[in-house]
């Protein structure tokens, strides 16, 4: 991963060098990315990764990294209230990106959705309350949102979540947002569109459908394929969290959207396109249960701090398909070998016939 800054952005309002920031989830698909990118940004910064290695963490992410002497990686769980103290009163920022984040998987099992993603979070906040950490950043989703036919949510629109997953992020942020009311603690709360790029783990849309077809297989496109999504790409979301780090105001919320809005029907057209392979791989599958038609987010405030996204979707999906292409072994590795993957995407699949 290589990310070069563009020298446009304005100065620091705080600054991340010689600071240590903990990013949990960093193993992940964005946490990785992120560490990547502030890394080469930032020369002086030092990042400790804490992650449970659950199945889509994969270290092989970060292997160009792991001697780097700025980087520490620590394999934990966020609950695990001792661990995560002892991390607190080492670091100043924190990015918390740890969560089961699978749509398809809450729906078969909320449970872990729950533990991870709200009481991993009320542990953390247990700590930032106890600490003299300056900054809590908590990654959220735009999906706390619900479904919108027409309109964008701004950060002010109430939470109407539809899957376990959303509902699982909409209980972190109703509990980070508690935290800084009742308690003062420094937090920011961000909702991204859905990220793709290099690295994404294959269980999601647009690297199961490049997988796939790579290896001829169907592409289970859910129901008449029409339900739309704003697309973001990875190291702009990077670019994003970076600048509300520096420049976000405590207690607020910010949406992150490319404003790229495309019909899953076309990505997956799109994907054939580029792979030179035939539209008749498409299959339409049973429509998965309380399926969102459309997510949109109003950025203006985001938009106010310098950021806005660069890369267009078709842009960033070309150069998503040819990674996959020139790292075959990546993905071979996680499909065959990762039991997580086999298993889920066995039992799902033919639920949904």
Known sequence: MKYLTTGKEKMDERSLNDKTILVTGGAGFIGSHFIHYLLEKYSRCRIVNLDNLTYAGNLDNLKDIEK???????????????????????VQFVVHMAAETHVDRSILDAGEFVLTDVFGTFV?????????????????????????EADSFSEEDAFNPSSPYAASKAGADHLVHSYYVTFGLPVIMVRPSNNYGPYQFPEKFIPLFITNALDNKKLPLYGDGQNLRDWLFVRDNCRAIDCILRKGKIGEAYNIGAQEEKKNIEVAENILKLLGKPPSLIEFVKDRLGHDMRYFLDCKKIHSLGWKAEKKFFEGLKETVFWYKQNEDWWRKVKQKNTGFKKFYREYYRRNK
């Open 68 to 90: 780097d002497p700025r980087y520490t990686f620590i394999k934990g769980d966020i609950r695990d209230k001792e661990l995560v103290d002892e991390l607190f009163k080492k």
């Open 124 to 148: 953390l906040l247990e700590s930032l309350k106890k600490s003299n950490t300056e900054l809590f950043v908590h990654v959220s989703t735009d999906e706390v949102y619900g479904s919108t």
